[in-house]
């Protein structure tokens, strides 16, 4: 039995609590008025020589009109401009209050889609009747234990979000599709059918409901098979297993829809859901790999041998590739076709202030392991494969970091405390769990009929 060293255990609450006071500090000192916006603009003016003016004073004098004099013509304008400059500072206010919102979000949508994405690869496993990955189950049941905490979680804010109104992370709920509203989105009179309150949260619970759901009986069946005389569970965890990536692909389609394409709900992509997928199934495999690599340095896990790692390396290889293909596919097809309401998803990230992360996230997560993960040697080396699974990690969070907030807290680029915070305090949450998961069953799934495959297995 493994068990969860005191160092690890006061890591993870040190992170846990350090997190909550990033995120806190970001509550705290996010503005409250578009008074408190006026001066940090003005603070910018004078930090960065730039100016607030719309219209500049050219010298001059407006003309008189049979309509009126220059006089009314210069208040209505004025007035015209005064209540633009007000609807503005709203504008902004409502995105820099997002904020704190937006990098909780990221965080914990992270840490969630890479225990669902670990449980997928589990799935596929047993659906393959793999005979090489056994040895690995109870790792993988063990990382997929954040799920139903993580779900809950996620559940928890987008209720608040929605029917609490705690934020405006999601611009189209506060949108009408009547023509004489205030509020009127002509984006929204295709989409009301599927973006409404109602649906959205029914679907969030049935997204939530199938991933817990099949993972509490796929490693209910699991457990049960290591005292078992005969493989009924491991057949019955066979056919759950077929269902449940057949049910995963429909959830995960519409949950990229639901929970993250719809923050700019006037764009649109088919390929979303699958590039989605692939960013959180590679980063699923690495943290696979990263915990089978730890528990293995501290001796839990000594039927595990360097052609599991080396497997694992492959797969972080190969799916890094299949990531670049999608994100490939999207930007090159709405890139070469030019169409308004599809590049302007693009002008922030590959344009404007967010394109460091866009561009290095690229880097980090296709050209560097496409130098580094070719090389057999170097999947074999588990110290120079932990250090890759980080920065793949570390690109990936980008990437979901770059597709949320943009649409949040708008097109100029904020990354400190509350981020880091958040980070910090989901990811000490997630060590917490999966450690204290794994100390509950042997590491060892001694029941499954490939275990003596798995055990001798060696790919070289």
Not at 9 to 20: D, E, H, P, R, Y
Not at 155 to 169: K, Q, T
Not at 372 to 384: G, R, S, V
Request: glycine residues 6%; hydrophobic residues 50%.
């Amino acid at each position: 039995m493994y068990t969860f060293s005191s160092k690890l255990k006061t890591f993870s609450i040190a992170l846990v609590i350090l997190g909550a006071l990033g995120i806190g500090y970001g509550f705290f000192t996010a503005p409250k008025t578009t008074d408190d916006i006026k001066e940090m603009m003005q603070h910018a003016e004078e930090t960065h020589g730039t100016t607030t003016e719309h219209v500049a004073d050219t010298g001059h004098k407006a003309p008189v009109s049979e309509h009126g004099t220059a006089d009314e013509h210069a208040v209505t304008a004025d007035s015209h401009d005064a209540h633009a400059d007000e609807h503005h500072l709203e504008h902004v206010l409502m995105q820099s209050q997002n904020r704190p919102w937006s990098a909780v979000y990221v965080a914990m949508l992270f840490f969630l889609l890479i225990a669902v994405c670990v449980l997928v690869f589990y799935a596929m496993q047993r659906a393959a009747s793999a005979g090489w990955s056994p040895v690995l189950f109870r790792v993988m049941e063990g990382i997929t234990a954040y799920i139903l905490p993580g779900s809950l979680i996620v559940l928890a804010f987008l209720i608040y979000s929605s029917v609490g109104h705690g934020n405006h992370m999601f611009a189209w709920m506060y949108t009408s599709i009547d023509p004489t509203a205030e509020n009127y989105d002509f984006a929204m009179e295709t989409k009301d059918w599927w973006l409404n309150l109602p649906g959205w949260l029914i679907r969030s619970v049935i997204y939530v409901l199938i991933w817990v759901g099949f993972r509490h009986l796929m490693v209910k069946n699991s457990r049960a098979q290591d005292n078992a005389t005969d493989i009924k569970h491991f057949n019955k965890n066979f056919k759950y297993s077929v269902i449940f990536l057949a049910l995963f692909l429909v959830s995960e389609l519409f949950m990229a829809f639901d929970w993250l394409m719809a923050i700019d709900h006037h764009w649109f992509s088919q390929l979303y859901p699958f590039y989605v997928f692939s960013s959180m199934l590679v980063s699923a495999i690495t943290v696979i790999a990263l915990v089978t690599m730890y528990l293995r340095s501290k001796g839990a896990l000594p039927n595990v041998n360097d052609s599991h790692v080396h497997d694992l390396g492959k797969y972080m290889f190969g799916f890094s590739i299949f990531w670049t293909y999608l994100w490939f596919d999207q930007f090159m097809l709405q890139w070469y076709a030019n169409i308004p309401e599809e590049v302007v998803y693009f002008m922030p990230r590959l344009l404007g202030s967010y394109q460091p992360l866009f561009i290095g996230m690229l880097i980090m997560n296709f050209v560097f392991p496409v130098l580094i993960l070719m090389n057999k040697d170097y999947k074999n080396k588990p110290w120079f494969l932990a250090i890759s699974g980080l920065v793949i990690l570390a690109g990936h969070y980008i990437d979901l970091f770059v597709m949320v907030a943009p649409g949040t807290v708008g097109n100029e680029l904020h990354f400190g405390i509350p981020e880091i915070g958040a980070i910090l305090f989901f990811l000490g949450l997630f060590l917490y769990v999966v450690f204290n998961a794994l100390t509950k069953v042997p590491l060892h799934a001694k029941g499954n009929p490939f275990m003596k495959e798995s055990e001798v297995y060696h790919y070289y």
